[in-house]
C-alpha cells in the first residue's frame, strides 16, 4: 500500500537530543535514529507526533514478581526542570523545520493537507507528560503559540495532573487514581483551545476521567490489545469500546513488551503478533478506530521493522489478512485525519 502515512508517536526529538545528532544528520540521514527524513520519505511517511519527553532523574529497571515484571513508577520531575527540557526541545524542533527543506511544523488542518499532499515531513508537536506545563496553566497558551497541538497529561509517573499507569505485566491498567482538579482543567482548556488529549500512559481511572470530561474524539496514541497481551499499559475490551464510540482512535504501539504476552520483560517478538493488536481491535470496533502509534526511537521494536521504513510492510500485512484497500488507507492516515479535523 502507498503512502502518505500518519504515525501518532515517535520519540526521535529526543533521541536526537541524547545522541547529539546534528540537524545536517537527520537530513541527510543517520543510523542514530528510527526516523530520519531520508527514511520517512522512504517510508511515505507525511506527518507524525514529535513527542517532548522529560526523562525521569533516575530510571528504574523491571523488578521480578511472582508472575512476571513490574516497573516501580519514578518519582514527579519538577516543574521548573521539565519546563526548561520542553521549552528546549521545542527550539530544536523549531531549528529542524527552519533548516531541513520539506520539514515542517504542523499546527492546523491546512498545514496536514500540505505535508499529505507535497511529500513534506510535518511534525505534530506532543508533550508526552505535561509537567513542563505550569499547574495553573500559565504556559498553555505560550505552548499553543509555540505549536503544541497534542498533550498527554501523563506519562507513568506522577505529577500535578494526575499518576500515571505503572507498567506491570501481568496486569491491568487500574493501577492508581486519576486525574487531579488541575488534570480536570488541563483536559477542559485543552478543549477549548483544540488540542488533542492523549490517554496514553494513563491509569484506567485517568481514561474514564476524560471521557467523562470530553465531547472530543477520545484518543490512545500508543497502546496495545489487554486481550493479547495482559500489560497494564494495554487497553480493555472497555476502553477500545469507549474509543469507538467517541469516534475516536487507538495507535497501536510497536514496543515489543507492551505487546509481548509474556512475563520476559525483554521478550522479542515478531511483525505477525504487531498485525494481531491492529487486526484485535478493527474486528471489535470497526478499522474506523485503529491507527499508527508506533513509538519510534522510544521502544525496542520488531527485528523486521527495522526503522520507519517498515511502516509499508504493516500496510502489505493488514492487506494480506484481508483488511480492504479503503480500511488500509483508513488505518494509514484517513482515521487520524477524521479525528484531528473534529478535534482541532
Known amino acids: 500500500m502507498t503512502a502518505p502515512i500518519i504515525d501518532g508517536h515517535n520519540d526521535t526529538l529526543?533521541?536526537?537530543?541524547e545522541t547529539d545528532s546534528s540537524i545536517s544528520a537527520f537530513e541527510s540521514g543517520t543510523e542514530d535514529t528510527h526516523i530520519d527524513f531520508p527514511s520517512a520519505n522512504k517510508a511515505g511517511l507525511a506527518a507524525g507526533f514529535f513527542a517532548v519527553f522529560v526523562l525521569s532523574n533516575e530510571e528504574h529497571d523491571p523488578v521480578s514478581t511472582e508472575e512476571g515484571y513490574e516497573h516501580p513508577l519514578p518519582d514527579a520531575v519538577s516543574h521548573d526542570d521539565a519546563r526548561g527540557v520542553t521549552y528546549r526541545t521545542l527550539e530544536l524542533l523549531a531549528r529542524l523545520a527552519h533548516d531541513v527543506?520539506?520539514?515542517?511544523?504542523?499546527?492546523?488542518?491546512s498545514d496536514l493537507e500540505t505535508c499529505l499532499e507535497s511529500?513534506?515531513?510535518?511534525?505534530?508537536?506532543?508533550?508526552?507528560?505535561?509537567?513542563?506545563?505550569?499547574?495553573?496553566?500559565?504556559?498553555?497558551?505560550?505552548?499553543?503559540?509555540?505549536?503544541?497541538r497534542s498533550i498527554g497529561p501523563m506519562w507513568s509517573r506522577p505529577n500535578a495532573f494526575g499518576e500515571g499507569v505503572q507498567s506491570r505485566y501481568p496486569g491491568s491498567p487500574d493501577t492508581g487514581s486519576g486525574l487531579t482538579d488541575a488534570g480536570r482543567d488541563l483536559v477542559r482548556a485543552c478543549e477549548d483551545r483544540g488540542i488533542v488529549v492523549d490517554c496514553a500512559h494513563m491509569t484506567e481511572q485517568g481514561f474514564w476521567d476524560v471521557a467523562e470530561l470530553?465531547?472530543?474524539?477520545?484518543?490512545?496514541?500508543?497502546?496495545?490489545?489487554?486481550?493479547?497481551?495482559?500489560?497494564?499499559?494495554?487497553?480493555?475490551d472497555e476502553q477500545l469500546a469507549a474509543v469507538a464510540d467517541s469516534g475516536g482512535v487507538v495507535g497501536i504501539s510497536f514496543h515489543e513488551p507492551g505487546l509481548a504476552d509474556s512475563p520476559d520483560p525483554d521478550a522479542?517478538?515478531?511483525?505477525?503478533?504487531?498485525?494481531?493488536?491492529?487486526?484485535?481491535?478493527?474486528?471489535?470496533?470497526?478499522?474506523?478506530h485503529v491507527v499508527f502509534g508506533s513509538d519510534f526511537d522510544g521502544a525496542r521494536i520488531p527485528d523486521e521493522m527495522g526503522?520507519?521504513?517498515?511502516?509499508?510492510?504493516?500496510?502489505?500485512?493488514?492487506?494480506?489478512?484481508?483488511?480492504?484497500?479503503?480500511?488500509?488507507?483508513?488505518?494509514?492516515?484517513?482515521?487520524?485525519?477524521?479525528?484531528?479535523?473534529?478535534?482541532?
Open 14 to 17: 529526543l533521541r536526537l537530543l
Open 101 to 109: 527543506d520539506d520539514f515542517r511544523i504542523i499546527r492546523s488542518l
Open 119 to 148: 511529500g513534506a515531513l510535518g511534525a505534530i508537536p506532543h508533550l508526552e507528560g505535561a509537567a513542563g506545563v505550569a499547574p495553573d496553566l500559565s504556559n498553555l497558551d505560550f505552548l499553543y503559540e509555540a505549536g503544541v
Open 214 to 236: 470530553t465531547d472530543a474524539p477520545l484518543v490512545v496514541s500508543h497502546s496495545g490489545v489487554h486481550e493479547l497481551s495482559s500489560h497494564s499499559r494495554n487497553l480493555t
Open 268 to 288: 522479542e517478538i515478531s511483525m505477525e503478533t504487531v498485525i494481531d493488536h491492529f487486526e484485535y481491535v478493527a474486528e471489535f470496533v470497526g478499522a474506523e
Open 307 to 344: 526503522d520507519v521504513t517498515g511502516l509499508p510492510k504493516i500496510l502489505a500485512r493488514l492487506l494480506e489478512r484481508g483488511f480492504s484497500d479503503e480500511e488500509v488507507e483508513n488505518v494509514a492516515r484517513e482515521n487520524w485525519r477524521r479525528v484531528l479535523a473534529e478535534t482541532w
